[in-house]
């Protein structure tokens, strides 16, 4: 089966809202007014890259992110090797507190190294996402004016 390719949206705007849960509440609107809403689409309008910075990086803190990364693959990986283990001592029951303590070492220094690599560069951390500035919703042509109808009423309604 070959892939899909993404397409644009198709469709007549009908409504144009500040937020997605105003846009999700219109077409929630539609639907409890019994309009055929497999013909909509929410789309987000004049995205944005944001990067929100949520504190101050150092060395110290560097490692002790790639300690717990190092220990939670640790532990996987040594839960994986003792369930697949074959032997009856009880050696492998430790298994995976050794793997988890060795991964946090690794994870540790790997983080305090990587740090120290940038040389003092982009010292915070922070998260990254793309969000819309607006939404507005598309309507199959054949349904447009009918949606644009009930959406009024919804207007009228929250005056």
Not at 21 to 46: R, W
Not at 124 to 134: D, G, H, K, L
Request: net charge negative; charged share 15%.
């Amino acid at each position: 089966m070959p892939m899909q390719v993404p397409r644009e949206p198709t469709g007549l705007p009908v409504g144009s809202y500040d937020t997605y849960e105003g846009a999700q509440g219109a077409v929630d609107f539609l639907s409890d007014n019994e309009f055929p809403v497999q013909h909509l689409t929410i789309v987000g309008k004049e995205l944005r890259l944001v990067e929100r910075v949520v504190g101050r990086l150092t060395t110290r803190r560097a490692a002790m992110l790639g300690a717990m990364g190092g220990a939670a693959w640790g532990l996987f990986i040594g839960v994986l090797i003792m369930l697949f283990a074959s032997t009856e001592e009880s050696v492998p029951f430790l298994l995976p507190v050794f793997s988890a303590a060795f991964g946090a070492l690794l994870g540790a220094i790997t983080g305090a190294l990587g740090h120290s690599a940038t040389g003092g560069h982009r010292d915070f951390s922070s998260s990254t996402s793309v969000v819309p500035t607006s939404y507005e919703i598309l309507c199959q042509h054949q349904h447009a004016e009918d949606a644009r109808q009930l959406l009024a009423r919804l207007a009228l309604r929250d005056l």
